[in-house]
């Protein structure tokens, strides 16, 4: 059972096209990261949110808490946005441990 | 400006040997934590550290060791126990005890291969 699911697992789009990712989570949390991991590896954290909608240069992310489901959107994507994008999310309550629950990601390329 | 270092970014090594990954902090969080990353799943958490000379297993702890002597430092040894360590290994840490994922911070990650 897989505390956070992410969808879709792949996504090709052409460049310039609005993309959505989406990701759905069945615990009460704290908060959830987005993160972005490029090729080779090296993880970013893209946006942290508890609450509301954040934006940052062509991202933006949005958290509906009630229904336990956020989406990180891209608008005019470009091929430098390929990569993978993670969802993770903090459970409020955990023992202490502060630990995050992962997605699988969703592999975006963007075609030139 | 603050961060966490992992070093290196990409480690080889040969099968039966331990091997220890680096994890710097130097945002003063005092907890830190060891997560791996196989594909097709979701990172899992291997070892945590709430406050020095303190460290808990994760969910995955079997074959791996840590040590947190420094509130700086939280390396972690892939060891020869561990049956199938090659992965990409991703450390992170977080701000005072009870501020939750405020101020949560990740590493950029190494991946091990053993051959």
């Known amino acids: 059972k897989n505390e956070v699911e992410q969808s879709p697992q792949n996504l090709t ?18 908060a959830l990261h987005w993160l972005q991991q490029h090729p080779g590896g090296g993880i970013v ?8 909608k954040k934006k940052h240069g062509r991202l933006i992310a949005t958290i509906n808490i009630q229904e336990k489901h956020s989406s990180l959107h891209i608008t005019a994507s470009h091929p430098r946005d390929s990569a993978v994008y993670i969802c993770a999310v903090m459970p409020a309550y955990f023992g202490g441990r502060n630990q ?6 969703t592999s975006l390329t963007v075609i030139p | 400006d603050g961060g966490i270092t992992q070093s290196p970014k990409y480690l080889f090594r040969k099968e039966g040997q331990n091997v220890t990954l680096s994890c710097e902090q130097n945002l003063n969080h005092d907890a830190m934590y060891w997560y791996r990353q196989d594909p097709g799943q979701g990172l899992r958490l291997i070892y945590y550290s709430q ?21 700086e430092s939280f390396p972690l040894t892939v060891t020869s126990a561990q049956k199938n360590p090659t992965a990409f290994y991703l450390c992170a840490s977080s701000s005072p005890l009870g501020q939750g994922a405020y101020g949560y911070t990740f590493g950029s990650g190494t991946r091990l291969t053993v051959v």
């Open chain 1, 13 to 30: 789009a052409q460049e310039e096209e609005f993309i959505t990712i989406n990701c759905s989570y069945s615990v009460g949390i704290s």
């Open chain 1, 45 to 52: 954290s893209l946006f942290m949110l508890s609450s509301g």
């Open chain 1, 100 to 105: 995050f629950y992962f997605g699988t990601g």
């Open chain 2, 51 to 71: 406050i020095v000379n303190d460290f808990q297993k994760g969910d995955i702890a079997e074959g791996y060791s840590v040590s947190r002597e420094k509130k």
